[in-house]
């Protein structure tokens, strides 16, 4: 049993997201979600950025594109 990260970096929170880092700054100025020091790191709480993806808008199936699907032009 390994130990649970308890900070993502912004490193780590761009790969996860494929995001920006201007994206993640922005998230930041808006107080969606802050960060920490941590020693001289600069890190987000788990908890709190995976509360901020879980509150994110569900899109419902239909309102999807298909994938590979090209809209017809009549």
């Known amino acids: 049993m390994g130990l649970e990260k308890k900070f993502y970096t912004v490193d780590e929170i761009i790969s996860l997201t494929g995001s920006s880092r201007a994206t993640i700054y922005r998230l930041r100025g808006r107080g969606v ?42």
């Open 33 to 74: 979600i802050q960060f920490r020091k941590f020693g001289g790191r600069t890190v987000i709480p788990r908890l709190e950025f995976d509360q901020y993806m879980d509150d994110l808008p569900i899109i419902p199936a239909e309102a999807q594109p298909h994938p590979g699907r090209v809209k017809s032009r009549a």
